[in-house]
């Protein structure tokens, strides 16, 4: 059994995602451990996303993060982290497999709906950060 982090981001709960996003991990029958309704600062945001300060989309994407309340959950499972990245599908929706939350329903690449950690360190890093 692993945990991992999901979010939903802005862009789901502003299109109306969310119940549509969650029955696709449930689908997979991944257990819900966790769930809230988050409107994160920018420090918790900027541990998040540390690995990405300084590029050139940083700012833009913590405008995006900023600009509305996500939803953080905790899915667990054998192989969590790994299949809550296949369900969620590549970062660029124009790359991402149809099937998948990003294929099917995301917008752009900053506008990809979810986020789900990609490492056991990862998961184990951002669950203490948002739980
Ligand atoms: O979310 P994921 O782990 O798939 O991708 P990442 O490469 O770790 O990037 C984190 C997030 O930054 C992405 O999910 C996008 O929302 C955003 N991003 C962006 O806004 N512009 C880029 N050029 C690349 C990523
Ligand atoms: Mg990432």
Redesign the pocket.
């Known amino acids: 059994m692993e945990d991992t982090l999901v979010l939903i ?1 802005p862009d789901g709960l502003k299109n109306h995602l969310v119940g549509e996003i969650i029955k696709r991990y449930e689908q997979d029958a991944l257990d819900i451990k966790n769930m809230k309704l988050v409107a994160p600062d920018e420090k918790l945001l900027s541990l998040h ?1 540390e690995e ?1 300060i300084g590029r050139d ?1 940083f700012k ?2 913590m405008d ?1 993060m900023l600009s509305g309340s996500l939803i953080a959950l905790v899915l667990s499972g054998d192989n969590a982290i790994e299949r809550v990245r296949a369900i ?1 599908g ?2 660029n929706p124009k790359e991402a497999d149809k099937g998948t939350i990003r294929g099917d329903l995301a917008e752009d ?4 709906l979810v ?2 950690s ?1 490492s056991k360190d990862s998961a184990l890093r951002e669950l203490a950060l948002w739980f």
Do not use: S
């Not at 690449?109 to 990809?112: A, G, T, V």
């Open positions: 981001k996303y990405h989309y833009d994407l995006f969620n590549k970062t690449l900053r506008h990809n986020h789900g990609d």
